[in-house]
């Protein structure tokens, strides 16, 4: 299989090969999430998890794949950690390799501490989410659960929807889905679209009925409020009535289309509740469950390269 990454810390350095290595391989694991035949992949293996932001979803479903795996998991608890002490994330990193570490999954507020980390540490790094930056993980797992769905991850029209401008989930699908060739549509209102939009490759529209017609694939994104720091939208009902994806809006993507959210949904806020729970055109829920699968797949593929490195260097000592 073609993955040679050292690091999960984005989906930008992956070749779509790798992607789609890692993809086939979560699939496997999707198919028989609880075989006895996976419980050693990470044998001896230490898998710690370190969430400087709140995710109850995403740590958990790195915890459940690292133990489905096999490895030794701790769960450290950022937010009393010494970093409140004054400890720099630096002396953290120190503090992690004299631990000797094997995978670290990291979450953190600001954009490109994963990446600090990952030139610190000797083992294994896979961003949580990044700040802004990105979260691979989240798209992979969406990209699996598109591919399940339409039996295909290429040459789809898939719309994007909200708060785009303060969403990593969305950098991050933006890459993965150019990467297969997909046709992508952003839709927001204007002061939710990010600076350099034109960049990106994508087409843009400010009315949800002109960007959803004809579309394979409704991804809605959260408001993320927590990273707001001024009046983005008039109020939440505004919001709900333009941008928010009911029934009649939905109407315009294909009889087909999918729908999807990557947590945790505002229900009358972005989607209205029906549809998210509509078995017929929902597929939030195997999102989540292809979230385990996509994570025991990544540190599966991450470990084999660093048992490789490591049994690299250590014929070398003996030369």
Known sequence: MSFRAQHLLGIEPLHPTEITTLLDLADQYANDPNSVRHRDVLAGMTQINMFFENSTRTQASFELAGKRLGADVMNMAMQASSLKKGETLIDTALT??????????????????????????????????DGKHEHPTQALLDALTIRRAKGRIHRLSVAICGDVAHSRVARSNIMLLGKMENRIRLIAPPTLMPSGVAEFGCEVFHDMEEGLKDVDVVMMLRLQKERMDGGFIPSERE?????????????????????????????????????ADDINRSVIQTQVEMGVAVRMAAMDLLARNLRARRGAALEGVMV
Request: proline share 7%; aromatic share 4%.
């Open 96 to 129: 992690l390799n004299a631990m000797h570490p094997d995978l670290l999954v990291v979450r953190h507020p600001h954009s490109g501490a994963v990446d600090l980390l990952a030139q610190k540490v000797n083992g294994a790094v896979l961003n949580a989410g």
């Open 239 to 275: 919001y709900y009535h333009r941008y928010g994806l009911d029934a009649a809006k939905l109407a315009h993507a294909k009889p087909d289309a999918i729908v999807m959210h990557p947590g945790p949904m505002n229900r009358g806020v972005e989607i209205d509740g029906t549809i």
